[in-house]
């Protein structure tokens, strides 16, 4: 369930477009009371932390996003950070949060395949 999510996210991230990063299928998972089973620290941490990330992730891109409503190129987020401005902050946030989530969610998924 949780899987197919982070191979979308992964997929997504690697797209030449930014785009919003679903985490749908978390949230039911943490709503319904599912993940009760488990002890969230010890088995579910990484994951819990990444799913923040997104979170933040997206929330960030919803900022973003106020400003400009179009499809934004990573290409030009990367150029853009060049300025010294709050908007090039953003950016420069939002091109760390790809990476991590990149690095990480990869990861997650090599653990769950070995």
């Known amino acids: 369930m949780?899987?197919?999510?982070?191979?979308?996210?992964i997929k997504?991230?690697?797209?030449?477009?930014?785009?919003f990063l679903p985490m749908d299928q978390w949230s039911s998972a943490v709503n319904s009371g599912a993940l009760k089973l488990f002890e969230v620290?010890?088995?579910?941490?990484?994951?819990?932390?990444?799913?923040?990330?997104?979170?933040?992730?997206?929330?960030?891109l919803r900022?973003?996003?106020?400003?400009?409503?179009?499809?934004?190129?990573?290409?030009?987020?990367e150029d853009a950070t060049k300025n010294y401005s709050k908007k090039s902050l953003e950016f420069t946030m939002l091109l760390f949060y790809r990476k991590s989530l990149l690095?990480?969610?990869?990861?997650l998924k090599n653990v769950q395949n070995g």
């Open 103 to 107: 690095e990480e969610l990869r990861a």
């Open 63 to 77: 900022e973003i996003r106020e400003i400009q409503n179009f499809e934004i190129p990573w290409e030009v987020l």
């Open 12 to 19: 997504r991230l690697e797209k030449e477009f930014v785009q």
């Open 2 to 9: 949780i899987k197919s999510e982070m191979e979308l996210c």
């Open 41 to 60: 620290e010890k088995e579910l941490g990484p994951l819990s932390i990444c799913y923040q990330k997104i979170r933040d992730y997206d929330d960030l």
